[in-house]
């Protein structure tokens, strides 16, 4: 069975240390905050940015929209492109590590070989999603480096911290799978959400902006942020080191 895991912190040291030690080439692209969501504040995290991930409350009116689209969904799956790396989450408190691993295994990164992530996206590149999570479960490549990097965080974990109420997801990028299935070339992306606790990965629409971190922003400012009165969100931008 599927045991319980210390939650992470949204703190880009936390984030870069457990990437580092999965076999990261952090030089070339690590994760950075996100001080808010105003321009300026966008303005300040360095480009290209491959991926958001989100520390969020899961409560309230969050989750009353979680639910209602994981019921619509697991009826009509939206087409994703077959090339997004997904993984479901089985393993309690895992969400950190869940929201790197998709941001890691969707972005154009530097793997290490024979690095832990290295090793795990070799095991399951043709796996389904749940095949995944049992990978996930049985291997300790990834257990040693979630519990030193939850016990290097800032905070003092108490007891009571292990039942948190939030939660992590991640946002990628994706071709447009009618364009690939038509064979047409396009640059056109899309944004996928991906959180393992969902149904499968969630489209939320075209990177109209051709600037992710915007459209993730604008995105997470309606869905995520008006939806609650909470100040407990945290953001990172999986982007090139400030020069």
């Known amino acids: 069975m599927p045991g319980k895991w210390i939650p992470l912190e949204c703190n880009p040291e936390v984030l870069n240390s457990w990437s ?10 690590q994760f950075t905050d996100v001080y808010g969501l105003d321009p300026e504040l966008l303005a300040l995290v ?16 969050i989750k009353e929209e979680r639910e209602k689209e994981n019921e619509k969904y697991g009826k009509e799956p ?25 941001a890691l295994t969707n972005s154009p990164i530097t793997i ?5 992530l290295e090793k795990y996206m070799h095991q399951c590149q043709d796996k389904t999603p749940d095949e995944r999570a049992k990978t996930l479960e049985e ?14 965080g800032q905070s003092t974990l108490r007891e009571q911290d292990m039942d948190t109420d939030l939660h ?15 064979e047409v070339e396009t640059s056109h992306k899309r944004i996928i959400e991906l959180d393992g606790r969902r149904v499968g990965p ?6 109209s902006s051709g ?33």
Do not use: W
Request: aromatic residues 8%; negative net charge; charged residues 15%.
């Open 20 to 29: 580092k030690q999965v076999g990261v080439v952090t030089s070339q692209f």
């Open 46 to 61: 360095p480009r290209p940015v491959l991926a958001v991930v989100l520390l969020f409350p899961l409560n309230g009116k």
């Open 78 to 102: 939206q087409p994703i492109d077959h090339t997004i790396f997904y993984i479901k989450q089985t393993i309690g408190n895992a969400c950190g590590t869940m929201g790197l691993l998709h």
């Open 112 to 116: 290490a070989p024979e690095s832990p």
């Open 139 to 152: 291997t300790n490549l990834f257990t040693e480096v979630h519990a030193e990097a939850a016990g290097s």
């Open 168 to 182: 992590f997801t991640c946002f990628v990028q994706a071709p447009d799978p009618s364009a690939r299935d038509a």
């Open 202 to 207: 969630v489209d939320r629409g075209p990177v």
């Open 211 to 243: 600037d992710l971190l915007l459209d993730v922003a604008e995105f997470i400012k309606k869905h995520y942020m008006d939806q609650s009165s909470s100040m407990q969100f945290g953001m990172a931008a999986l982007s090139p080191p400030e020069m």
